[in-house]
């Protein structure tokens, strides 16, 4: 058990849809990254944010959005949703950005 | 931007016996390369890294070893057991550079047989 929780584990919703994947990173770590796991396209950065503040955007479609709150737990909400962002959703955290990085469990998205 | 190529995508090795995983990365500029293994349905877990100013790091049975030069990086198991068998990804990121993204290669599952 790496300490960052994610929530929900599984979620299945209709194209065109909206879902919001919640992440709690381990105590004390400042640093959340939000990775997409894919068959075709592997494990893929989307999205860093340190002690609230946006610090690298990596492959994220603008129809994904995250944001890391003063308690720095975050959130990665993906709209209008396509049976192509079926994947595995990881979020993992680090104590300062140069650090390791721990992964959480992942939630595991399915559009249907 | 980065890319990391990982060979094998599949390795089957006899319990016992050892095990290694290759990885090439482009930008001359990474100076930190972790290994993580995902076990089915879990997330990746880290299970060593190495930065760039380090030639070799060895954690019991795993060891990491990297060429500057040759911009490649590998990974060790010996003894292997059972317990082993698991997705292996290396990746590899660029600390100084303000963004500590990770670039993955594409993973090697392995297989240990008893």
């Known amino acids: 058990d790496s300490g960052v929780t994610q929530t929900p584990k599984h979620l299945i919703t209709a194209t065109g849809q909206r879902v919001t994947l919640r992440c709690s990173p381990r105590?004390?770590?400042?640093?959340v990254y939000w990775y997409q796991q894919s068959l075709d396209q592997g494990l893929q950065f989307l999205i860093q944010?340190?002690?609230?503040?946006?610090?690298a955007k990596g492959n994220i479609l603008e129809r994904f959005s995250a944001q890391q709150f003063p308690d720095l737990h975050s959130e990665l909400n993906l709209s209008s949703l396509e049976l192509g962002d079926s994947a595995l959703y990881f979020c993992?955290?680090?104590?300062?950005?140069?650090?390791?990085?721990?992964f959480g469990p992942g939630t595991r998205l399915t559009v249907l | 931007g980065e890319n990391v190529e990982q060979h094998p995508s599949t390795l089957s090795v006899q319990e016992g016996d050892s095990a290694v995983i290759k990885c090439t990365y482009s930008?001359?500029?990474?100076?930190?390369f972790p290994w993580y293994k995902q076990e089915l349905g879990k997330g990746p877990q880290l299970i060593i890294d190495?930065?760039?100013?380090?030639g070799e790091k060895k954690d019991q049975r795993i060891a990491v070893t990297l060429n500057k030069t040759a911009k490649h990086f590998s990974l060790h198991i010996t003894e292997t057991q059972p317990e082993d068998s698991a997705v292996y990804f290396c990746?590899?990121?660029?600390?100084?550079?303000?963004?500590?993204?990770?670039?993955f290669g594409t993973g090697t599952r392995l297989t240990i047989i008893p």
């Open positions: 190495i930065r760039s100013n380090v």
């Open positions: 930008d001359s500029a990474s100076n930190y």
């Open positions: 993992a955290s680090s104590v300062a950005p140069h650090n390791e990085q721990f």
């Open positions: 944010y340190y002690n609230g503040e946006e610090r």
């Open positions: 990746a590899a990121s660029n600390e100084a550079s303000g963004n500590e993204k990770l670039t």
């Open positions: 105590s004390g770590d400042l640093s």
